[in-house]
């Protein structure tokens, strides 16, 4: 806190807060608004999906089948983006699709943070044997390939949207327990948690109101790239055929339902493709700028 | 030196054990009882399943189950599978050359352009070119590699019809395997157009392949540069009246590679997990696309020694990778022994 105060402008009648400091410090940083602007446009046509897409997600049209996008010979603006295989409107999908993917990136890392820092915080308070197997596991975990890891479980959970996210969870939950623990270990050693403890604090309390604040920064950062990770992964195991099942509009699935039109129809294959970039970027250039705006030691 | 290869082999071991636990207990996991789920919907009679479960070993305790499997797993037999009763590890290695060709020509692509291009940008922080790699690079780390593989199919073989959509070389030749690596033993042959339909299959999967790792190793380059430039011995060179060219390639660049070389080594994971999507888009005969095809068609035997055996391959990488880094930077090897 005080070199907070110590790099805040003299000019400055009373130190910014830190909400203001840490806003200065994201807005300086052009890719990482981008890419929080972009993550705000995602968010709303998940919510306004009903209001904003034409069609309903899985209305089928016997007229148009495979129908070419509005500015191709053949396409209509009744259709912006086209029509599928089976003539639904590719632009309403997307749209709903928002929300498949969104809710996926969400509550995977909602899921693997809760678990991880609560794995993180017992290894880093329990120490011996209990801090062992814990890393162990976090170290084979983390040592298997990530998506090999990921539809192996599927395949013994069987396909479907939850155990998709459930194995995805699994993957990246290594990253959130070694952060936690390392934070715990360093922070255990400072002076405040010795007083805290001198002060009669149990092991709860230092836990979780002394310790975990203190490791907040690195968890934010780490969470809002994990979003990324679990929406490029849920998408690759909808592509597999192991994720959200047909006829869901996950964007994944609905590039593996795309696949087999590749010769004849570019746009079936490239606006879900285009749609999982686009987020996945944003969500990668605003855990950027996070880490940025939160740690400045990083900075360099 | 011999302390840090032990204290390095040792720790190995753990995480060995850990992942034939893993790889024995997921396939337990499965619901229901195995011998039904492997005969599917067609249901089995009491007597045959009385015999398979014998067969399997499943009417044995669990633990000691584990002891078989384990000592069977250390003579090399991942049982068989269940489709083709072909031995687990021999349909492995028949197809692992296929997917190392791919991964290693991938990280070939990624280190010939990602190095260049992340000392340039170094060298030339804040320019157009800087901005550009790196926006380059964010995109190429954020890319679902499964759709960047369909657009290039797209541009380079639906549209321009310059390579082949999928396989490995065209049906017409027929290479004799020596070495298992098609590039190497279609030279080796007679035939001339061998060679060049050979490198035409793999030109898209490789750089479908290498995009991830292209991004990150341009990336790193470029800080690991970053942070070089800016030392006293960088200043001492320069002083000395080295030329520009001098500084960069010989004073920093020495110095920047072991952070990259450390990066290189973390990305045989991210290689495999690439190849799983590769491989099925082109239909690239390797392990990626086997276990897939072992998944569909609820090969657990398959799907069990594929995933111990590409976990070990990454050990082992992971293992050179430490020893290899410990000889270069004796701070590492005092500092864990």
Redesign the interface.
């Known amino acids: 806190m005080t070199t907070e105060t110590i790099t805040a402008p003299p000019a400055a009648a009373a130190p910014p807060g830190p909400l203001r400091e840490f806003w200065g410090y994201f807005r300086a940083n052009h890719g990482a608004v981008g890419g929080l602007v972009v993550v705000i446009v995602v968010l709303l046509m998940a919510a306004f999906a009903d209001v904003l897409a034409p069609y309903p997600p899985n209305l089928t049209n016997n007229a148009v089948f495979l129908q070419p996008p509005a500015w191709q010979t053949g396409g209509s603006w009744a259709y912006p983006l086209g029509t599928d295989a089976i003539g639904r409107d590719i632009l309403s999908r997307l749209i709903y699709g928002a929300r498949l993917s969104l809710l996926i990136g969400l509550a995977v890392v909602a899921l693997s943070i809760v678990v991880g820092i609560a794995l993180g915080l017992v290894a880093g308070f329990a120490r011996g044997i209990t801090e062992i197997a814990i890393m162990r596991l976090m170290d084979i975990i983390l040592t298997l390939p990530s998506l090999l890891l990921a539809i192996v479980i599927v395949a013994i959970l069987g396909p479907g949207l939850m155990n998709a996210m459930l194995a995805v969870a699994v993957v990246i939950l290594p990253h959130y327990v070694r952060l936690t623990r390392a934070a715990v270990i360093t922070e255990t050693s400072k002076d405040y948690v010795t007083a805290a403890r001198a002060n009669g604090a149990g092991v709860f309390r230092l836990m979780f109101s002394e310790v975990l604040p203190n490791c907040a920064a690195p968890l934010i950062v780490q969470a809002s790239l994990g979003v990324s990770t679990a929406i490029l992964d849920a998408a690759a195991l909808g592509f597999l055929g192991l994720g959200a099942q047909p006829p869901a509009s996950e964007w994944g699935t609905m590039l593996a339902d795309a696949r087999e039109f590749v010769l004849r129809a570019w746009w079936v294959v490239t606006f879900p493709g285009l749609m999982i970039l686009i987020t996945v970027l944003a969500f990668n250039l605003l855990g950027d700028g996070l880490r940025d705006a939160l740690d400045p030691k990083l900075k360099r | 030196m011999l302390r840090f290869l032990l204290s390095r082999i040792t720790l190995v071991i ?2 060995f054990i ?2 034939t636990l ?1 790889a024995f207990f ?2 337990r ?3 229901g009882d195995p011998i039904e789920t492997m005969a599917g919907e067609r249901g089995i009679d009491a007597a045959r399943h009385e015999a398979l479960l014998k067969e399997y070993g499943l009417d044995r305790p669990v633990l000691v189950q584990y002891g078989i499997y384990i000592g069977r797993v250390l003579h090399g037999d991942l049982g068989k599978s269940m489709i083709t009763q072909e031995p687990v590890a021999r349909e492995f290695f028949t197809l692992f050359p296929a997917t190392i060709e791919l991964a290693v020509c991938a990280i070939l692509f990624a280190l010939l352009l990602g190095i260049p291009a992340g000392m340039i940008a170094a060298v030339r922080r804040n320019s157009v070119f800087d901005h550009g790699v790196m926006g380059v690079s ?2 190429g ?4 590699i ?3 593989g ?2 290039l ?2 541009l380079f073989s ?1 549209q321009l019809g310059w390579t082949p959509v999928s396989g490995r070389i065209a049906v017409l030749y027929d290479v004799p395997p020596v070495t298992g690596f098609l590039l190497i033993d279609s030279l080796m042959s007679d035939d001339k157009g061998a060679f060049k339909s050979a490198l035409s299959h793999l030109i898209l999967p490789m750089i479908v392949l290498g995009t991830n790792p292209l991004a990150i190793i341009a990336r790193m380059t470029r ?1 690991a540069m ?2 070089v430039l800016g030392e006293d011995y960088i200043r001492t060179a320069r002083a000395k009246g080295l030329s520009n060219i001098r500084v960069i390639a010989l004073h920093a660049f020495r110095n920047a590679l072991i952070p990259v070389i450390t990066v290189i080594g973390l990305q045989v ?2 290689l ?2 690439g190849a ?2 590769t491989e ?1 888009i082109f239909s690239w005969p390797g392990v990626g696309k086997w ?2 095809e072992a ?2 068609r ?1 090969d657990y035997p398959v ?1 069990q020694g594929g ?1 111990l055996m ?2 070990v391959v ?2 082992m990488v ?1 293992l050179l990778v430490d020893v290899t880094y410990g000889i270069i930077n004796p701070r590492i090897r005092r500092s864990s022994s």
């Open positions: 753990p995480t850990g992942m893993l997921l396939i996991i499965v619901p964010l995109t780390y954020s890319m679902p499964f759709w960047w369909l657009l199919i797209l639906v800080s970053l942070e994971g991210v495999f997990t799983i999507l099925t276990l897939i998944i569909n609820r799907l995933l590409l976990g990454v050990m992971n």
